[in-house]
């Protein structure tokens, strides 16, 4: 399964997906344009796991018996396709992160980008787990590598509380609350042009914002009592 290097992620976009199409990494201004709740059920969707596709289907309590492919893949995609409402929110995901036109093919049962690039039950795993990595969700096949401690610490009380307020709502690393806490505190960003960053983007600038703050706290403390002082913390990789 393909996953983006971290110097994709970090990028402004688009990528060339082989036999797909061009991936948009959407700015903040067009989650805003959408509406975070549209937003977050598109998240929602493709973080459904293959029991949870089944179960809104009403397919779950056959879950074990239903067949599987001859690629031993679960047809997640179609069966949530064969409900309308499914099909139309499948198109308004794949229309918002390619940047082509998106159809659905019933008889094929595959949704074509650009009358080219097809979506099926083959790749589908692979795209929504692309899908997720650009906003910053981390899967089970997705999982970041981390260097140092204070990183790691920063990183896992960020996925928590993103956890968190996923169900609760807004919260303090929602992205309303990020964008408003950067355009504060940061050197170079504010209300004008924070907008366009991407969501990676955002959530990247904002743990190495956190770790700078802890650094600073740091430095005046060893400015002040001597000790020691994580000199290259600030960049390594988190």
Known sequence: MRKLNYFELIGPGP?????????????????????????RIYLSVLSLTSKEAFDMVNLGSIYEQIKRNENNRLEVLSYMSSLRIYEQIFTEIFSFYFADEVTYDKKTQTYLIGGKGRINDE??????????????????SAKQTLSGQKAKEISEKIEKAKKKNKDKGEGEWSIPNI??????????????????????????????????QQLDIMGLHYAA?????????????I
């Not at 020691?228 to 600030?234: A, L, S, T």
Request: charged share 20%; hydrophobic share 35%; net charge negative.
């Open 123 to 140: 790749n589908y795993e692979e795209i929504a787990g692309i899908i997720l990595q650009i906003n910053h969700i981390k899967t089970k």
């Open 179 to 212: 964008v408003s806490s950067l355009a504060v505190h940061h050197n170079s960003l504010n209300m004008l042009n924070i907008w366009q960053m991407t969501v990676y983007q955002l959530y990247d600038t904002f743990e190495r914002q956190y770790i700078k």
């Open 15 to 39: 990528v060339c997906l082989e036999g797909i199409g061009n991936l948009r990494f959407p700015t903040i201004e067009d989650i805003y344009r959408i509406g975070q709740n549209k937003y």
């Open 225 to 237: 009592w001597g000790g020691e002082y994580p000199f290259d913390e600030w960049c390594k990789s």
